[in-house]
T-cell receptor, first 112, second 113 residues
Framework: KQEVTQIPAALSVPEGENLVLNCSFT??????LQWFRQDPGKGLTSLLL?????REQTSGRLNASLDKSSGRSTLYIAASQPGDSATYLCAVNEGSQGNLIFGKGTKLSVKP | DGGITQSPKYLFRKEGQNVTLSCEQN?????MYWYRQDPGQGLRLIYYSHIVNDFQKGDIAEGYSVSREKKESFPLTVTSAQKNPTAFYLC????????????FGPGTRLLVL
């Protein structure tokens, strides 16, 4: 059964730092992988979607990479800002059903 | 504005009561999903539907029921058989099964009185 793990569970950094969030999955046979952001008490906002055939996707200060063979993805945030403070969730889509399997998230705090 | 709406934002359930959570989307998406989120946990799939009048159980369907009579709507009923219903419930939709991004609603927080 697919399992998704996110490390670290929590991270606190000063404003301006570049940082990396990690996501690993146990079964490399995935359809795609998505990174989401969740603010407290809110729904999820999609940040980046990487198809299984892709290596990376970029949006603004965010860059997500995917190494399917090793079961790893990273989310790189450049020049972090206090507004980036949120929980970041990684989810894998195993196939045509579209059902996502989520990690428990990394809670990021960016201090001014 | 296109998107997913969930209501109510907060819902209180009494012992033995069934309650229904609403989820509506105007994105013309075929697939819809219900997830449950507990503190410090990832989201877990309750039910999903890829087409009107058809739905499938997810990983934690016991104590829940759904219907999909219209493409736009996918209500979730939390029955009295669900013994630990306190959680944050999130509805999502996607254009087609397996395709692209899942879009999420703002969530409903269910509390037990």
């Amino acid at each position: 059964k697919q399992e998704v793990t996110q490390i670290p569970a929590a991270l606190s950094v000063p404003e301006g730092e570049n940082l990396v969030l990690n996501c690993s999955f146990t079964d490399s046979a995935i359809y795609n992988l998505q990174w989401f952001r969740q603010d407290p008490g809110k729904g999820l906002t999609s940040l980046l979607l990487i198809q299984s055939s892709q290596r990376e996707q970029t949006s603004g200060r965010l860059n997500a990479s995917l190494d399917k063979s090793s079961g790893r993805s990273t989310l790189y945030i450049a020049a972090s800002q206090p507004g980036d403070s949120a929980t970041y969730l990684c989810a894998v889509n195993e196939g045509s059903q579209g059902n996502l399997i989520f990690g428990k998230g990394t809670k990021l705090s960016v201090k001014p | 504005d296109g998107g997913i709406t969930q209501s109510p934002k907060y819902l209180f359930r009494k012992e033995g009561q069934n309650v229904t959570l609403s989820c509506e989307q105007n994105l013309n998406h075929d697939a819809m999903y219900w997830y449950r989120q507990d503190p410090g946990q990832g989201l877990r799939l309750i039910y999903y539907s890829h087409i009107v009048n058809d739905f499938q159980k997810g990983d934690i369907a016991e104590g829940y029921s759904v219907s999909r009579e219209k493409k736009e709507s996918f209500p979730l009923t939390v029955t009295s058989a669900q013994k630990n219903p306190t959680a944050f419930y999130l509805c999502a939709s996607m254009k087609g099964q397996g395709e692209g991004t899942q879009y999420f609603g703002p969530g409903t927080r269910l509390l037990v009185l």
